[in-house]
C-alpha cells in the first residue's frame, strides 16, 4: 500500500479536463509540498509540477496542481491523445524520513 | 545539458549482489543531491535511497534499509547504488534521478533512462 493515495485510473474525452487526486497527512503532503510526475508507456517518469503547483519550463499550461490540508490535485485540460500516461504524485515524509510517491493513476483519454 | 546514465544492471541469481552506476553530466554534480528510484515490472514507483551533495548524509526506504547502500564519487560525477542479498522481488528498473531544492522539499527534475535489474535463478 502506498503512503500517498491515488485513484487507479481516471478517463475523459479528447478536448476535457480530468482532475487525479493525491491523499496523504499530515507528516507529508500537510507538511510538505508536492510533486507530479507524467510516465509515458515505456518510459522514464518526467517531472510535471513542483512546489504544488509550479510548471517546469516546457510543460504546457493545460497542466496545473493545488494542494490543500492532505491533499493535492493535478488537473489537465484540454486532453490530448498523447496524455495518455501514468500519473504519480511524490512528496517528502517527515515521519518516516522517505521519499513517498502515490500508487500511480493510468490516464486514458477516450 | 543534463544526462543521467544509469548502467550495471542485469540478469543475477537471489542471494548474490550487484552494483549500479549512474554517471551524470551536463550540470554540477556536487550542487545536488541524487536518488534512485525502482519500478518493478507493471507496478508504480518505488523510491529507493537518496544521498546529499556532499555524501555525508543517507535515506533508505524501509524495504533496502541494511540490504542496500548508496554512494558517490564526486570527482568522477557518478552515483551507485550496491544491492547486496538480492531477492526475486527487488527486480525492477532501477532510475537515479536528480534532485533540485524546491521551496520546502526537493522534487526530481532529471530522470535517467533506468537499467533493468532482474533477481532469478
Known amino acids: 500500500q502506498s503512503v500517498l493515495t491515488q485513484p487507479p485510473s481516471v478517463s475523459a474525452a479528447p478536448g476535457q479536463k480530468v482532475t487525479i487526486s493525491c491523499s496523504g497527512s499530515?507528516?507529508?503532503?500537510?507538511?510538505?509540498?508536492v510533486s507530479w510526475y507524467q510516465q509515458l508507456p515505456g518510459t522514464a517518469p518526467k517531472l510535471l509540477i513542483y512546489?504544488?503547483?509550479k510548471g517546469p519550463s516546457g510543460i504546457p499550461d493545460r497542466f496545473s496542481g493545488s494542494k490543500s490540508g492532505t491533499s493535492a490535485t493535478l488537473g489537465i485540460t484540454g486532453l490530448q491523445t498523447g496524455d495518455e500516461a501514468d500519473y504519480y504524485c511524490?512528496?517528502?515524509?517527515?515521519?518516516?524520513?522517505?521519499?513517498?510517491f502515490g500508487g500511480g493513476t493510468k490516464l486514458t483519454v477516450l | 545539458q543534463v544526462q543521467l546514465v544509469e548502467s550495471g544492471g542485469g540478469v543475477v541469481q537471489p542471494g548474490r549482489s550487484l552494483r549500479l552506476s549512474c554517471a551524470a553530466s551536463?550540470?554540477?554534480?556536487?550542487?545536488?543531491?541524487m536518488h534512485w528510484v525502482r519500478q518493478a515490472p507493471g507496478k508504480g514507483l518505488e523510491w529507493v535511497a537518496v544521498?546529499?551533495?556532499?555524501?555525508?548524509?543517507?535515506y533508505y526506504a524501509d524495504s533496502v534499509k541494511g540490504q542496500f547502500t548508496i554512494s558517490r564519487d564526486n570527482s568522477k560525477t557518478t552515483l551507485f547504488l550496491q544491492m547486496d542479498s538480492l531477492r526475486p522481488e527487488d527486480t525492477a528498473v532501477y532510475y537515479c534521478?536528480?534532485?533540485?531544492?524546491?521551496?520546502?522539499?526537493?522534487?526530481?527534475?532529471?530522470w535517467g533512462q533506468g537499467t533493468l535489474v532482474t533477481v532469478s535463478s
Open positions: 534521478a536528480r534532485a533540485s531544492l524546491g521551496a520546502k522539499v526537493a522534487y526530481f527534475d532529471y
Open positions: 551536463g550540470f554540477t554534480f556536487t550542487h545536488y543531491a
Open positions: 544521498i546529499s551533495y556532499d555524501g555525508n548524509t543517507k
Open positions: 499530515s507528516s507529508n503532503i500537510g507538511d510538505n509540498f
Open positions: 512546489d504544488n503547483a
Open positions: 511524490g512528496t517528502w515524509d517527515n515521519s518516516l524520513s522517505a521519499w513517498v
